[in-house]
């Protein structure tokens, strides 16, 4: 099977060196953005339960001062 020229060049400047280089920086942006979406989420997470633990406070003076 004949390559052609230009996937030819393209291996040439591409060695597993570079190519393992590549893979591990890919794969450590994955884990960049995956770990930054789960603390958005565990953000939006803790404000609702201190939303709610505010409420319920808010809640208890109210009936208490009935």
């Known amino acids: 099977m004949r ?3 230009w996937c030819q060049m393209g291996l040439s400047f ?6 393992l280089l590549v893979i ?6 994955l884990i960049v953005l995956f770990e930054s979406a789960e603390r ?3 953000s939006r ?3 609702r339960l201190l939303d ?4 319920e406070y808010e809640i208890y003076f ?3 001062r009935v």
Do not use: Y
């Open 45 to 47: 997470r803790e404000k």
């Open 3 to 5: 390559l052609s020229r």
């Open 24 to 29: 591990a920086l890919f794969f450590a942006l």
């Open 62 to 64: 109210q009936t208490e």
């Open 14 to 19: 591409l060695d597993l060196g570079d190519l």
């Open 52 to 55: 709610a633990i505010e409420r």
């Open 40 to 42: 958005r989420r565990e």
